[in-house]
């Protein structure tokens, strides 16, 4: 037993069930004691419905105390709980059992030895009052028993594991010893992964053991226990996806995990099949697959255009998702009717698009026709190698020119100008001199055999010409090589920004040697002046290259992703090291970690870049655009164009103007004759028909039958009045009855815009009258689905990032070290750090040349 203060447990009987009270105490907690005591009681035969709930109450300090851990059904024949329901006292005019045997009995034996005959007893528990007659029972001890319920987690888990499928409520000491040798057999890794993992899932350590049982079982069917060892990662994956799942879906869950399939949860249709998702199909086995992905499927083969389908475009992408979010037509009816289906997510993607792109194009308005041409089409063998026919229906092209073409279609049909398909005629497309790229020459060029034209370059220099960008200049390296080397293997680096030119750097890599010293010194003008003078076409600009290993040295214009990957540890890893290795191993090793983008970060970087390199402002950020004058912005700027709009149309005929008509030509029609309420009202009637209506002989009895007969004969041939009840369109389909020119008059009419409605109702209904407006809603959706991997910058926050550029520029100090004319920015630094002998690398955000020494600085926000 643990070292906490001891329980004292009393489950009342009820009076119907005629059983005793029983008490139980141990020294563990409610729970374990709880447990201990149903299951003491289901073993006496008792049965816990005839039973109340355990009460946990004051500890009695009495002779008659039953041993720890024992069932008393007998305790409370002498004790009763007193008023406040918490503490013990002997029940009134009851004689306590004696217990003089007892006391003479233990005076003679101490430790186990009879003081009286010098016997050494053997160890048993007596229990005078309640001695057996039984030889067997004298003989053979009873077995002790563990509830599994009252062990630590670990045990717990071992004990369902050594279960044999068999769900162990207790375990007797031969397997309590087995659990404990599993427990120190750090060699089995099987059963070492499943504690590890079982401690690390938070659902788990709260589960009851019934739930404990089921997992334990589930895992060793998905990973046989004389097969291979399943990761821990894995095992832990397992355990967290079968507690998150419903109860309901977990021995599916079992299954597909079985057959290999890590599916993270059981999706289900709308009726409560299962949608599938187990099965290997085509699509990218690391891609999760939900009914949400299937509806970008869908959306995507509703359009027209054909592309490669295994490699989506972006613009195809972000056209599916706007039919999504929108719920256009025909994607709406698609979506709902394969949702429908069941297994719809086993289903491989050239299915799906076969399947849509070769229905008929009006199937989606009729549900049923849908719904069975799906159960007729959707059928496919091999979901993982789609067949050719399937391929081909799918219209699936891979060629690259088809994802261009269907970018250019989407590009026209968003407005944009594309070369052979807009009209070039068009008046909104017009041409300007600003439109033409200029292009400005190469600072070094390559001119063959390891020389490299750098007039250009010079022309720009302090010493030849007047510097027309200094805040964005650079010294260009020339990497020196033994003299043995040839030059071809040289590499020259240029420097961010090319003195101006905006142009990225271009490195060569040195093939033969790595190690490079820097020269900060002008490029000498020594070489031959035939070999500056090479002609243009006979210049092959080299390919951008960087080497796989940095050397020790200084590197200029490294791009961004390409210092990130390179070798040698970073400041930003060494704190992360810092932290913890285990945080630094998952996140820059095992890269599980994701560093993760925050509005403080992105603000950072904003005036990072306007601070060091405002060019390159319009390459990382997308600003928001402004909203032209003019543009819809609330819903009172619809209303109110909805409100001129119809106030500018012609007055529509209302519901009582037309009932007024229609009661005006009821008016002119004769009345119908009545049937009359007696014999005496229908002969009246009767008098008054035209004679060729009286059809009733003379001399023969007129009975009220006939009459009406003749009358509803008359009547029949009267013309019938029109109805003048119901909706506007109701009475118009009256009046056309009696006036059709004046109906048809009201047809030509243009019919109101709705005022009601949500936002987007009344953007629809301003496009139908206003296809050229613009709306400041759609201008922002745009720019934030189209961020082209851009941070997006809203006109606040760039606005404070300029304040903060303008204070910085500004500053006596830091403005001249920002505009300082041999600054350099982003410049790369590999070496090896002499006390660890460990590669390290540094970037400082700006460097400054003085004379030879260099100083690095930081920017911090």
């Known amino acids: 037993m643990s070292g ?21 105490w141990c020294s563990d907690d409610f729970e374990a004691a709880n447990a201990t005591l149903d299951y003491l009681l289901i073993k006496s035969g008792a049965k816990l419905k005839d039973y109340f709930k355990a009460v946990a109450t004051n500890f009695p300090v009495v002779n008659e105390l039953p041993p720890e851990g024992e069932l008393s059904l007998t305790f409370c024949d002498y004790y009763q709980l007193a008023k406040d329901n918490m503490t013990w006292t002997q029940i009134p005019g009851v004689t306590l059992p004696s ?3 007892a006391a003479a009995a233990r005076q003679h034996i101490v430790d186990g030895v009879d003081t009286e005959t010098g016997e050494v007893l053997e160890d048993h528990t007596e229990n005078f009052g309640n001695e057996s007659n039984s030889p067997a029972q004298a003989t053979a001890p009873a077995p002790e028993l563990t509830v599994v319920a009252t062990m630590p987690l670990r045990h717990r888990v071992l004990a369902q594991y050594i279960g044999e499928g068999e769900y ?12 404990l040798r599993l427990e120190m057999d750090t060699d089995n890794s099987y059963v070492q992964n499943l504690l590890l993992a079982a401690e690390n899932v938070e659902a788990f350590k709260k589960a009851i053991e019934h739930d404990i049982h089921k997992i334990v079982n589930a895992v060793k069917k998905i990973f046989p226990v004389d097969g291979k060892t399943p990761e821990l990662a894995t095992v832990i994956q397992f355990l967290k996806t079968w507690f998150e799942t419903e109860h309901i879906d977990r021995g599916l869950l079992v299954k597909e995990w079985a057959k290999g399939n890590r599916v993270s949860a059981i999706q289900r249709t709308e009726s409560g099949a299962n949608a599938g998702g187990g099965n290997k199909t085509d699509r990218n086995p690391d891609y999760e697959h939900t009914l949400d992905t299937l509806d970008v499927e869908i959306a995507m083969a509703t359009l027209p255009m054909d592309f490669n389908i295994y490699e989506l475009p972006g613009s ?8 999504v979010k929108k719920k256009e037509s025909p994607f709406k009816e698609w979506s709902a009717a394969l949702r429908a289906t069941p297994g719809i997510l086993d289903y491989s993607r050239a299915a799906i698009f076969a399947l849509i792109r070769s229905a008929h194009p009006e199937f989606y308005h009729y549900p049923g026709r849908l719904q069975g041409y799906i159960n007729a089409n959707l059928t496919e063998t091999d979901h993982e190698n789609p067949t050719e026919e399937a391929l081909t229906a799918a219209r699936h092209t891979p060629e690259k020119d088809a994802v ?7 590009a026209a049909a968003r407005g944009e100008y594309v070369e052979g398909i807009s009209d070039p005629n068009d008046p909104k497309w017009v041409k300007t001199g600003t439109s033409q790229p200029t292009t400005e020459p190469e600072l070094v060029k390559n001119v063959g055999n390891g020389i490299f034209d750098v007039s250009a370059l010079m022309q720009n220099s302090s010493t030849h010409g007047t510097e027309t960008n200094p805040e964005t200049t650079s010294n260009v390296q020339v990497q020196k090589a033994d003299s043995d080397e040839k030059q071809a293997g040289d590499a020259v680096q240029a420097g961010e920004g090319d003195l101006g030119t905006g142009k990225e750097a271009v490195t060569v890599e040195n093939q033969n040697q790595a190690e490079t010293h820097q020269n900060n010194d002008s490029v000498s003008q020594s070489e031959p002046e035939a070999q500056q003078n090479v002609p243009e076409s006979q210049q092959e600009e080299p390919e951008a290259a960087w080497p796989e290993y940095f050397e020790p040295g200084r590197y200029e214009g490294v791009p961004n992703e390409v210092y990130h990957a390179a070798n040698g540890i970073s400041s930003t890893q060494v704190k992360d090291a810092r932290v913890s290795l285990m945080y630094f191993n998952a996140r820059h090793v095992e890269k599980t970690i994701v560093k993760e983008r925050s509005p403080v970060l992105d603000m950072g970087n904003l005036v990072h870049v306007l601070a060091l390199q405002p060019e390159n402002l319009e390459a990382e950020f997308s600003v928001e655009p402004e909203i032209p004058e003019g543009a819809f912005t609330t819903t009172a700027t619809l209303r109110e164009f909805i409100d001129a709009h119809n106030a500018s149309l012609p007055a529509l005929l209302s519901a009582d103007d037309i009932k007024a008509l229609l009661e005006e030509y009821n008016a002119t029609l004769p009345s119908q004759m009545p049937l009359g309420a007696s014999v005496d009202e229908t002969y009246a009637s009767y008098e008054q028909l035209p004679e060729e209506f009286q059809r009733i002989e003379n001399g023969t009895k007129h009975t009220a039958t006939a009459m009406k007969a003749c009358i509803k004969e008359y009547n029949a041939t009267l013309p019938a009045p029109v109805k003048t009840s119901g909706s506007r369109d109701a009475l118009l389909e009256q009046l056309a009855i009696i006036n059709p020119d004046l109906v048809a008059q009201e047809a030509q009419k243009s019919s109101p815009l709705k005022v009601s409605g949500t936002k987007a109702d009344l953007i629809q209904a301003v496009k139908s009258v206003n296809p050229a407006a613009v709306f400041a809603d759609e201008l922002l959706d745009a720019w934030r689905e189209n961020t082209e991997g851009k941070v997006l910058v809203t006109r606040q926050q760039l606005s404070t990032a300029l304040n903060i550029q303008k204070a910085l520029l500004e500053h006596p100090t830091a403005g001249k070290l920002l505009t300082h004319p041999s600054r350099a920015v982003e410049v790369s630094y ?13 970037r400082p955000d700006l460097e400054l040349d003085m004379g030879g020494l260099r100083i690095g600085a930081d920017l911090k926000t």
Request: aromatic fraction near 6%; avoid cysteine; proline fraction near 2%.
């Open 316 to 323: 195809v992408y972000r056209r599916a998702k706007e039919i």
């Open 4 to 24: 906490t203060n001891p329980v004292f447990l009393v489950r009342k009987a009820k009076k119907s069930s005629g059983q005793k009270d029983a008490v139980l």
């Open 99 to 101: 217990s003089e045997a």
């Open 830 to 842: 590999f070496g090896i750090d002499e006390e660890t002998g460990l590669e390290v690398r540094v």
């Open 404 to 410: 261009e073409e269907a970018n250019r279609q989407l």
């Open 168 to 179: 162990l409520y207790h375990v007797d000491a031969s397997q309590k010893k087995e659990i």
